[in-house]
């Protein structure tokens, strides 16, 4: 699974809220709940592997 990046949920509004979105498949989706959670645990990404 791809790391999620923020946005907001409306361009043109004045008070912007910010989702996270994450790719599934060939479609961008609001991540929400548990998927959510689990990408922005620290487990979730690992980074450079030690060597």
């Given at each position: 699974?791809?790391?999620?990046?923020?946005?907001?949920?409306?361009?043109?509004?004045?008070?912007?809220?910010?989702?996270?979105?994450?790719?599934?498949y060939?479609?961008?989706?609001?991540?929400?709940?548990?998927?959510?959670?689990?990408?922005?645990?620290?487990?979730?990404?690992?980074?450079?592997?030690?060597?």
């Amino acid at each position: 699974m791809n790391r999620p990046y923020k946005a907001p949920a409306s361009v043109t509004a004045k008070a912007k809220t910010w989702h996270y979105y994450i790719r599934r498949y060939s479609r961008t989706v609001e991540a929400k709940g548990e998927t959510e959670q689990e990408l922005l645990s620290p487990t979730a990404y690992s980074g450079e592997r030690d060597r």
